[in-house]
């Protein structure tokens, strides 16, 4: 089956730090770059940070730039967000989206962070 | 940064109704780059729509994607209750950033 799967989520206190994976099945990995994106309760879809296929180029959104680092493992089929200096604000639930032909064509279901005191 | 608004907020229909959906850009771009997502409750998004009209794999042809920067709308023609979501569009064009609309709710009633 095609699919992506985050897991890594959990509860962390303001200044914290957690990584998140997501693992990939049924289609080439190595082939696609990849994205982050957060949704916190209630709100609307973030775009966070992308990787491109091989991992040698990153881009980040302004407002995690310098605290997170995303990452890729093409022979474990795994990417990776270290979400570090987390901030209450931080708090979503994370999705990782392959990007597809100008446009995410596949979403895991979601790992969620939470940063509270 | 390309920033989309979209309307309504919240749009209310009947089964076999048809949705209208719109999404602005503050600039121009490629309606290349423009694609529609849909989110179920409880549910990760699902991609609709890419480069503006196309529909993605398994995607009912009940969905159609239309307009070029920077006016673009969703069409959902004969709603079924199924199709109670929020709708984001995307803009995935304006390299390296990449932002969605704040999305339009779809009520079934």
């Known amino acids: 089956e095609v699919q992506l799967v985050e897991s890594g989520g959990g509860l962390v206190q303001p200044g914290g730090s957690l990584t998140l994976s997501c693992t990939a099945s049924g289609f080439t990995f190595g082939n696609y770059w990849i994205h982050w994106v957060r949704q916190a309760p209630g709100k609307g879809l973030v775009w966070v940070s992308r990787i491109n296929n091989d991992g040698s180029d990153t881009v980040y959104a302004d407002f995690v730039k310098g605290r997170f680092t995303v990452s890729r493992d093409n022979s474990k089929n795994t990417l990776y967000l270290q979400m570090n200096s987390l901030r209450v604000e931080d708090t979503a639930l994370y999705y990782c989206a392959r990007g597809g032909d100008r446009s995410f064509d596949l979403w895991g279901q979601g790992t969620p962070a939470t940063v509270s005191p | 940064e390309i920033l989309l608004t979209q309307s309504p907020g919240t749009l209310s229909l009947s089964p076999g109704e048809r949705a209208t959906l719109s999404c602005r850009a503050s600039?121009?771009?490629?309606?290349?780059?423009l694609a529609w997502y849909q989110q179920k409750p409880g549910q990760a998004p699902r991609l609709l729509i890419y480069g503006a009209s196309s529909r993605a794999n398994g995607i009912p042809d009940r969905f159609s994607g239309s307009g070029s920067g920077p006016d673009f709308t969703l069409t959902i023609s004969r709603l079924e209750p199924e199709d109670l979501a929020v709708y984001y569009c995307?803009?995935?064009?304006?390299?390296?950033?990449?932002?969605f609309g704040p999305g339009t709710r779809l009520e079934i009633k």
């Open positions: 995307q803009q995935y064009g304006h390299s390296p950033q990449i932002t």
């Open positions: 600039q121009n771009f490629s309606s290349r780059y």
